[in-house]
């Protein structure tokens, strides 16, 4: 049965006693007790709050339309899969369309993965893909529950239940028993929820599905439009016209989630104010949660590192700006500029503090988030991250890490 806790939820993190998976590792008080991480388990709470009111709003209206046009769960269930199918067909397409002017789309459009949760669900991984628990959240006893009025779904012999939250919850790379929040069986719960609403109210988008359960896709937590550049939708016009995921009015791309979108909150050209429900990338989440305007700035911890290295080697960072040409070299003195505003850079490991941030390079990668304490043989950070399609984390929590050889790290002080 479905538990709907998040109302509780603020009092049962915010308590010092309350137990947590990682209290033997880390002082989880203290870190519930630091304002920096207070502020963002309080915020990835409110966002899980939002996300949930958006599955429950869809299931009050599937129970609703099931009990006015009464449909058998085999015949719901053959319609999204026949939906899911033909959405499938048209990502095929429109990834095509992306590869070929990717220099147009930005990041989250690029490194979208509705069709990698697709082919999850429809049971059908593609070649270097494996299928997560070696079974898909879309069978007809799922649409059977989710039917009935029930948000808990099956996930083997597990139960996956969107209202059974500990805060924060852990981000794991390959947990044995899948959560719904911090593993990708979240979203892809979400997706089957969309998809079986749609069949049974008929809709064909999912904006135009929200819409009508009285959810606005420019607000919810579990989806967010992109925009599309004019040389997408024209090269993907017959696929995106018809498309689960586009919105011919608004020019936008859906995408689903819960709270992890790679490139960040991308809200220029499709939404003219920002949202406080994400979804975040790692280097967005920390700017936004610590005063930064991350919805209209390029944040990336490539433009951490230099921000650091501006401090703590003045001529190295000066050395790299002069390999750049005037446009990059301008952003970066830009966006260096932009972060001196919201942190100071600390000397060390060393000398962190719980809720300053912490975060490395590799090469052309790297990684961010919230201090949350160390271990014996690295730290915990609050950060937002996914790890698709080789593991099933995904989403906004806590993380294990190991300090490692060859990594750039950087370390830096929200000001107050």
């Avoid at 920096?36 to 599955?55: I, P, Q």
């Avoid at 390999?323 to 919201?342: F, I, T």
């Amino acid at each position: 049965m479905f538990k709907f806790i998040l109302p509780l939820v603020v009092a049962l993190f915010t308590s010092i006693t309350s137990a947590h998976p990682l209290d033997d590792i880390i002082d989880m008080n203290a870190a519930r007790r630091t304002p920096a991480l207070l502020k963002l388990f309080t915020a990835d709470a409110d966002v899980k709050r939002n996300a949930l009111e958006a599955m429950t709003a869809m299931l009050k209206a599937v129970k609703g339309s099931i009990s006015l046009t009464p449909r058998e769960a085999a015949d719901v269930f053959a319609g999204v899969r026949q939906r899911m199918e033909a959405e499938l067909g048209r990502l095929t397409i429109l990834a095509k369309a992306v590869s070929a002017h990717k220099v147009d789309c930005p990041w989250n459009l690029r490194s979208d993965k509705m069709a990698f949760q697709l082919r999850q669900l429809l049971g059908q991984p593609a070649e270097g893909e494996t299928l997560l628990g070696g079974h898909t959240l879309f069978t007809e006893e799922n649409v059977a529950r989710f039917l009935s009025g029930n948000l808990v779904f099956l996930d083997g012999a597990q139960e996956l239940d969107p209202g059974s939250i500990l805060f924060p919850n852990v981000l794991e790379a390959a947990p044995e028993a899948p959560n719904f929040w911090g593993t990708t069986r979240g979203t892809q719960a979400e997706l089957l929820m969309l998809f079986t609403t749609a069949e049974v109210i008929g809709t064909n988008t999912v904006a135009d599905t929200l819409a009508q359960v009285a959810v606005s896709v420019n607000e919810t937590a579990m989806a967010h439009p992109i925009p599309v550049p004019e040389s997408v939708s024209t090269a993907a016009k017959a696929a995106l016209d018809t498309s689960f995921f586009y919105d011919s009015r608004g020019k936008t791309y859906t995408t689903v989630h819960t709270g992890f979108v790679f490139g960040g909150p991308y809200r220029r050209q499709c939404l003219p104010t920002a949202k406080s429900v994400g979804p975040w990338d790692c280097s967005a989440y920390v700017e936004a949660m610590h005063g930064g305007a991350a919805q209209n700035a390029p944040t990336s911890t490539f433009y951490h590192d230099l921000f650091s290295l501006s401090v703590t080697d003045p001529d190295a960072y000066a050395a790299k700006l002069a390999d750049l040409e005037e446009g990059p070299r301008k952003d970066v003195e830009n966006n260096v500029a932009r972060l001196g505003k919201l942190f100071d850079v600390v000397p060390s490991y060393e000398e962190l503090q719980l809720g300053d941030i912490i975060g490395w390079r590799r090469k052309d990668g790297g990684h961010v988030g919230a201090f949350a304490g160390p271990t014996g043989t690295g730290f915990v950070i609050m950060s937002a991250n996914r790890g698709l399609p080789t593991d099933m984390r995904e989403g906004v929590g806590i993380e294990l890490m190991t300090l490692q050889e060859g990594l750039t790290y950087y370390f830096l002080r929200p000001k107050q």
